[in-house]
């Protein structure tokens, strides 16, 4: 089965204990519903409601998860995966808008993501054209914004 979150509409400032957001619910590649989420600390809101158990069920088929927050693997469900769906989304968001106009490098035997001030479009090509000056003015370990934009990101999340 799988599973996207569609037309996100993300309202940083509206969260507060959860994130405040809605999405359209596609599995298989149709339609199957809307999911909101209104960020006061509540579940996530699923129409039609069977569209929660349709989720639950696929979660109970992946492999268990464990994270360090929690003690014990944990089974997956509708929230986790909406959650992690989302959380992607807003990785790739940021990505985006970011490495538009700052190179965003790491560091060797560093951990984080390191990131120039704003250049314009122009100074940024000039820059991203040389990377062997990149990697020894900066001791960086790889450049974030010649990596493919899936690579980026997990390395962006695995340092966040």
Request: glycine fraction near 4%.
């Amino acid at each position: 089965m799988e599973v996207e979150l569609k037309s996100i509409k993300y309202a940083a400032f509206a969260s507060q204990e959860t994130s405040c957001f809605s999405a359209t619910v596609f599995v298989d590649g149709k339609k199957a519903g809307e999911v909101e989420n209104d960020g006061h600390g509540g579940s996530n809101t699923y129409h039609p409601w069977q569209l929660k158990d349709t989720l639950d069920a696929y979660g109970k088929t992946l492999p268990l998860v464990k994270e360090d927050w929690c003690d014990e693997p944990f089974t997956q469900d509708a929230e986790s995966i909406i959650s992690d769906l989302l959380m992607d989304h807003l990785a790739v968001r940021d990505y985006v808008r970011i490495s538009k106009k700052r190179i965003l490098y790491t560091k060797k035997g560093m951990q984080g993501i390191y990131q120039t001030k704003v250049l314009d479009a122009a100074s940024l090509a000039r820059h991203l054209s040389t990377p062997d000056k990149l990697f020894t003015a900066w001791n960086a370990d790889k450049i974030l914004n010649l990596l493919p934009e899936a690579e980026a990101v997990a390395i962006m999340k695995e340092q966040a």
